[in-house]
Nanobody
């Protein structure tokens, strides 16, 4: 099983980025996918979650209204559209997958991607 996160980069405040998480080696449509992030010196935190069908989504309060999660099961890919980025969004962003469960807890996810760096300058 492999999750490949991509799309990070260096942007200015109020810019946008779209992260992608492409999965292989699993029945993707059976897995919920979450995005987490970890800034230097901080613990990994939940960002967003989408159910296996895409019909249920959850966001951290800090990103609600700015970030949008979506998925394309035909492409085994989950997206995180990030708008109105702020310097405090700077972190390594990870995608993770868990089968048939909806959870915000990183410890309950089975598979993890390698992370993609997002840096937002002021």
């Amino acid at each position: 099983v492999q999750l490949q996160a991509s799309g990070g980069g260096l942007v200015q405040a109020r810019d946008s980025l779209r992260l992608s998480c492409e999965a292989s080696g699993l029945t993707f449509s059976s897995y919920a996918v979450g995005w987490f992030r970890q800034a230097p010196g901080k613990e990994r935190e939940f960002v967003s979650l989408v159910s296996w069908s895409g019909g249920w989504k959850q966001y951290a309060d800090s990103v609600k209204g700015r970030f949008t999660i979506s998925r394309d099961n035909a492409k085994n890919t989950v997206y995180l559209q990030m708008n109105s980025l702020k310097p405090e969004d700077t972190a390594v962003y990870y995608c993770a997958a868990v089968k048939s469960r909806l959870t915000l807890l990183a410890s309950q996810y089975t598979y993890w991607g390698q992370g993609t760096q997002v840096t937002v300058s002021s």
